[in-house]
């Protein structure tokens, strides 16, 4: 048990130091070009975050609410339309019999208070885990230098100089996982949508979301999203649905010879086979939230096997994050 609120709290404080990141970093840049304090700055970039989330919120908060309370009524409309189209395909009768493996009796004998505790219970403990790390994020931010000087004097004075720049490389790490990340779901949220909306699919405004949301998982994100695209155009019929097909293969081959280079010049480039081991073992190890940390925090480890190992150890020549190199 202990162990495990361990790797939980491990897992909440390495998402905070990504937000801290992000939020740190234009505000090292503001403060670096107009020489106002780093805390100013970071106050700035923080009320611009909110200010943008609001005017998310404000201009189309209303069809997203709009559109998932439509997609959740029809649910049962779609899911039964797949089942009927699923039926009278070869293997479609054993596919569904795997999917709806859960017998619709069990939920129902679960008593209502029961289920509006769970819920209360669940929604509490993901508010306290946001503040959580919400506040570690913005204590992180408001001083970088000096969490980092605090570590780098745990190591002796010699390496005090090699320790600052391991930091300065992780740094940049982590930099350009968040540029490339945030570039990759911008790109392929908005196309997404677009080419949705120019078929005729329905709530293509939350499938687009989903979409560009599904691309903090590597590999597998898009296929999570292709999913209930692909469930809605069924509902609509065989044709909707090879259109939504086509549209995402579309995507996948823009992302990855067209988005993803564009993308590689910020992002860290792992090599497809560690990225899924990433994936997968950030999901092993920390649940659902463990698919989306696995990749920065393998991308961390192994920079730090190159510079501290590769490097200093065997006195090879080594490619960093950001263009940069040693040896």
Same mark, same amino acid.
């Given at each position: 048990? #202990? +162990?495990?609120?361990?790797?939980?709290?491990?897992?909440?404080?390495?998402?905070? #130091?990504?937000?801290?990141?992000?939020?740190?970093?234009?505000?090292?840049?503001?403060?670096?070009?107009?020489?106002?304090?780093?805390?100013?700055?970071?106050? &700035?970039?923080?009320?611009?975050?909110?200010?943008?989330? *609001?005017?998310?919120?404000?201009?189309?908060?209303?069809?997203?609410?709009?559109?998932?309370?439509?997609?959740?009524?029809?649910?049962?409309?779609?899911?039964?339309?797949?089942?009927?189209? +699923?039926?009278?395909?070869?293997?479609?009768?054993?596919?569904? %019999?795997?999917?709806?493996?859960? %017998?619709?009796?069990? $939920?129902?004998?679960?008593?209502?208070?029961?289920?509006?505790?769970?819920?209360?219970?669940?929604?509490?403990?993901? #508010?306290?885990?946001?503040?959580?790390?919400?506040?570690?994020? &913005?204590?992180?931010?408001?001083?970088?230098?000096?969490?980092?000087?605090?570590?780098?004097? &745990?190591?002796p004075p010699s390496a005090h100089a090699r320790a600052r720049e391991v930091f300065a490389a992780l740094t940049v790490t982590i930099q350009g996982w968040i540029l490339g990340q945030l570039a990759s779901m911008l790109l392929v949220g908005i196309l997404a949508t677009t080419g949705l909306l120019i078929i005729g699919v329905q709530y293509a405004l939350i499938l687009g979301l989903i979409a560009g949301l599904a691309e903090l998982i590597p590999i597998f994100g898009p296929v999570f999203a292709y999913f209930p695209a692909v469930l809605v155009a069924?509902?609509?019929?065989?044709?909707?649905?090879?259109?939504?097909?086509?549209?995402?293969?579309?995507?996948?081959?823009?992302?990855?010879?067209?988005?993803?280079?564009?993308?590689?010049?910020?992002?860290?480039? *792992?090599?497809?086979?560690?990225?899924? @081991?990433?994936?997968?073992?950030?999901?092993?190890?920390?649940?659902?939230?463990?698919?989306?940390?696995?990749?920065?925090?393998?991308?961390? @480890?192994?920079? &730090?096997?190159?510079?501290?190992?590769?490097? %200093?150890?065997?006195?090879?020549? $080594?490619?960093?994050?950001?263009?940069?190199?040693?040896?």
């Amino acid at each position: 048990m #202990l +162990l495990w609120n361990a790797l939980e709290i491990f897992l909440l404080a390495f998402i905070g #130091l990504l937000l801290s990141v992000a939020l740190a970093t234009p505000a090292a840049a503001i403060a670096s070009k107009t020489r106002m304090p780093h805390w100013l700055a970071l106050g &700035l970039v923080a009320l611009a975050l909110v200010a943008a989330i *609001l005017a998310g919120i404000w201009f189309a908060g209303e069809a997203l609410v709009a559109q998932l309370v439509g997609l959740l009524q029809a649910l049962p409309q779609i899911l039964e339309r797949t089942q009927n189209f +699923l039926q009278n395909i070869p293997g479609g009768t054993w596919l569904m %019999d795997q999917v709806l493996e859960t %017998d619709p009796t069990e $939920v129902a004998d679960i008593g209502m208070v029961t289920q509006v505790a769970e819920a209360l219970g669940g929604m509490i403990e993901i #508010l306290i885990r946001i503040v959580f790390v919400v506040f570690l994020a &913005l204590f992180l931010a408001a001083a970088p230098a000096r969490y980092r000087a605090g570590i780098v004097s &745990l190591f002796p004075p010699s390496a005090h100089a090699r320790a600052r720049e391991v930091f300065a490389a992780l740094t940049v790490t982590i930099q350009g996982w968040i540029l490339g990340q945030l570039a990759s779901m911008l790109l392929v949220g908005i196309l997404a949508t677009t080419g949705l909306l120019i078929i005729g699919v329905q709530y293509a405004l939350i499938l687009g979301l989903i979409a560009g949301l599904a691309e903090l998982i590597p590999i597998f994100g898009p296929v999570f999203a292709y999913f209930p695209a692909v469930l809605v155009a069924l509902a609509e019929g065989p044709q909707q649905a090879l259109w939504v097909t086509g549209l995402y293969l579309v995507i996948q081959q823009l992302e990855g010879n067209a988005i993803q280079p564009m993308v590689q010049r910020f992002a860290v480039d *792992l090599p497809q086979a560690l990225t899924v @081991v990433a994936v997968l073992g950030g999901g092993v190890l920390f649940g659902p939230l463990g698919l989306f940390i696995g990749t920065p925090l393998v991308a961390i @480890v192994l920079v &730090l096997i190159k510079m501290l190992y590769v490097h %200093d150890v065997h006195g090879q020549h $080594v490619e960093l994050p950001g263009g940069g190199s040693e040896g």
